[in-house]
């Protein structure tokens, strides 16, 4: 089965902080995906990445950086957290060609900006 | 760029037939249409994915009629297992901006009820 990880399930940061979030795909997957998730507005992209130091701005990629050093992890970075960025965070990964493929989730990590 | 709707929610009693529709007017002839299931505090799971005609799984059934502006995901015989949030997910591919879109509807929540 394919295991994607993610570093926390909860976090709690102030405004300012820069927050890292991690994730881990153990299938060799060469698309990984960032996601955010906030009622009523269901799953919106912040950015992807097709290959190793590759990377792609989704929907919403403002206030927001990724990093693809290893083909297993893609870190997602908020340099500066704001209250607004408050949020459930999901990460993906998935194999085949864009549009077409399936994508295997992680379980998320609850962040909460005071 | 293709949008989806989906309804927000939908009500149903355990053992009947559930069909829940997307509309993806602008959807564009590479892109294939894809559900998936999330359950609260879980990463969203693949359901079920097709192009046109209709496909099925084990677990459901996905009807989308010549135009493809629109696919109807179908699960036989609920149960209270299967009270989840669905989503549709249509493409991804340049906005043309410099940004890429990947189009997740907001989700249809089904309550299945005893």
């Known amino acids: 089965d394919v295991k994607v990880t993610q570093s926390s399930r909860y976090l709690v940061k102030r405004t300012g902080e820069k927050v890292f979030l991690e994730c881990v795909q153990d299938m060799d997957h060469e698309n990984m995906f960032w996601y955010r998730q906030d009622p009523g507005l269901g799953l919106r992209l912040i950015y992807f990445?097709?290959?190793?130091?590759?990377?792609e701005k989704g929907d919403i990629p403002e206030g927001y950086s990724v990093s693809r050093e290893k083909k297993e992890r893609f870190s997602l970075i908020l340099e500066s957290a704001s209250t607004n960025q408050t949020s459930m965070y999901l990460c993906?990964?998935?194999?085949?060609?864009?549009?077409?493929?399936?994508?295997?989730f992680g379980p998320g990590t609850r962040l909460l900006v005071l | 760029l293709a949008k989806t709707t989906q309804p927000i929610s939908m009500d149903s009693y355990e053992g009947q037939e559930v069909n829940i529709t997307c509309s993806h007017n602008n959807i564009a002839t590479n892109d294939y249409i894809t559900w998936y299931q999330q359950f609260p505090s879980q990463g969203p799971r693949f359901i079920i994915q097709?192009?046109?005609t209709k496909v099925t799984n084990e677990v459901a059934s996905l009807f989308i009629p010549a135009d493809r502006k629109s696919s109807t995901l179908s699960l036989p015989r609920v149960s209270l297992s299967d009270t989840a949030v669905y989503y549709c997910?249509?493409?991804?591919?340049?906005?043309?901006?410099?940004?890429?879109?990947?189009?997740f509807g907001k989700g249809t929540k089904l309550s299945v009820i005893p």
């Open positions: 997910l249509v493409g991804l591919r340049s906005s043309g901006a410099g940004s890429y879109q990947l189009t």
């Open positions: 993906a990964s998935s194999l085949v060609a864009l549009g077409q493929e399936t994508q295997y």
């Open positions: 990445s097709y290959d190793v130091k590759m990377k």
């Open positions: 097709g192009y046109k």
